[in-house]
């Protein structure tokens, strides 16, 4: 999606918004149809969260994520990296091929066995959201002779 379109908002935005999920779902039916990925568990839902996430950070709406969106990211997932850490990010995730990691980097990285440092700190925040921290309700009753 070329960014010299006037685009501020409203319906306008949201059609802009709607496009950019229909090529990312489009990417994930590829990679729903691939024979490499096929034996991944439950590869649907891990597709959807990771479009979901990356539509979040793509900010220039061109389905690319640039340094300032993955500055972005890093900062909101409480782990803010300096320009030189954020463009050996980007290189290591797209190979040096260009300075923005688009979607199918993103998904081989989160789906690859490589261990980008990207991907460790979006598990990480994934398994930091799922599990809680302190158990939900009152805390179970004891009597004297528990305490220490």
Not at 114 to 143: I, M, Q
């Amino acid at each position: 999606m070329p960014s010299n379109k006037n685009v501020q908002g409203g319906k306008a935005f949201g059609l802009l918004k709607e496009q950019q999920k229909q090529k990312l779902e489009e990417i994930n039916k590829e990679y729903l149809e691939d024979q490499k990925y096929r034996d991944e568990e439950g590869l649907a839902e891990k597709l959807e969260s990771l479009k979901n996430k990356y539509a979040e950070f793509d900010l220039n709406d061109e389905g690319e994520i640039e340094m300032m969106g993955l500055k972005r990211m890093m900062e909101k997932l409480g782990v803010p990296k300096t320009h030189l850490e954020l463009k050996k990010m980007i290189v290591e995730v797209t190979g040096g091929s260009s300075n923005t990691i688009n979607y199918r980097d993103f998904v081989k990285m989160m789906l690859g066995k490589r261990s980008a440092v990207l991907k460790l700190v979006l598990l990480f925040e994934d398994k930091a959201n799922s599990t809680p921290c302190k158990p939900d309700g009152p805390p179970p009753k004891r009597d004297i002779t528990s305490l220490p």
